[in-house]
């Protein structure tokens, strides 16, 4: 009986401890605000300069032509490279999707970019006075046989300033680093000098010799081009508003051509025709800074 009263009175003690707890009240969660993540925001106008180094290819045709019987004298395939530093200002826009960036820029470049090529139409021989290019010459006093002398062409090149229209593609690595791709619109002008000379053999056959007079014909000329490009660029930003860039562009701007009468006697008795047809490309390398005119940071939470 004892025992009894002894586990009743314990039931009891524990019924009224539960009862007791549940009666006090619950103690309120703490919850940690989750922090405030920056990120670079790259919608927006912006603007910034570059500089680097271009390796530019001139593919050339020198012809000489005997406009007296259409028949072409001489015809050399040249190429040369047209190097040089480069440098220049440019200005875009930017519209941000998630990680993806679109964009467009415009930019306009100084350039120091140069080269040169040569054509050469062979002389003629003791056997063979005439070449193709010009007339040799048999007289009665020393030298007796006077062959045609070479006719030496010279051309040289230049891109004086050039610019783009550019759209831009790329996707982002990282909040702050853009990967891109780019083309469109490619200008320039490009200017040329052509130079010609050589000798010309004169004189009646048979009579006191021959006369031997130098020549040296020029020809220049400045041209605007428009072609197209093609590239791919890195950009990061750097501090604040402030970004930075390396970029690569192929650029094409098509033909130039031209003509001028040399002082050349060629053998039909009319003054030979110098032209040049050149096909100019261009390889660009340049890093750049830009500021970007609109807040640089986004709060997300």
């Keep these: 009986m004892k025992r009894m009263l002894v586990g009743i009175a314990a039931a009891t003690s524990l019924i009224a401890t539960g009862a007791l707890a549940a009666d006090l009240p619950m103690k309120a969660p703490v919850y940690t605000k989750a922090p405030i993540v920056p990120l670079y925001d790259w919608t927006g106008f912006y603007a910034g300069v570059n500089g680097g180094y271009s390796w530019g290819n001139s593919s050339s045709t020198l012809d000489l032509t005997d406009p007296g019987t259409g028949a072409v004298l001489n015809s050399t395939a040249t190429k040369f490279h ?19 960036v679109f964009g467009l820029e415009a930019d306009i470049q100084a350039s120091w970019q140069a080269g040169n090529g040569s054509a050469v139409c062979a002389g003629g021989t003791a056997a063979v006075l005439n070449s193709p290019c010009a007339v040799g010459h048999i007289g009665d006093t020393t030298p007796f046989n006077v062959p045609a002398f070479p006719v030496v062409s010279n051309l040289a090149e230049s891109l004086d300033w050039f610019g783009t229209v550019r759209g831009r593609i790329g996707g982002l690595v990282d ?127």
């Design 82 to 100: 047209m190097d040089g530093a480069i440098g220049g200002a440019q200005i875009g826009y930017n519209w941000q999707r998630e990680n993806w």
């Design 175 to 301: 909040p702050k680093v853009l990967l891109y791709a780019t083309g469109g619109l490619a200008y320039g002008e490009v200017g040329v000098s052509n130079t010609v000379g050589g000798f010309n053999i004169t004189g009646p056959q048979g009579v006191n010799g021959s006369t031997i007079t130098p020549f040296v014909n020029g020809f220049g000329q400045s041209t605007l081009r428009v072609g197209w490009t093609v590239g791919a660029g890195v950009e990061g930003v750097i501090s604040g508003n402030w970004t930075a860039k390396l970029e690569y562009l192929y650029i094409d701007l098509g033909n130039v051509s031209g003509s001028f009468a040399t002082g050349l006697i060629a053998p039909s008795g009319a003054l030979a025709i110098s032209s040049y047809s050149s096909h100019i490309t261009d390889n660009i390398l340049r890093v750049g800074v830009n500021y970007k005119f609109d807040g640089p940071v986004v709060a997300r939470y």
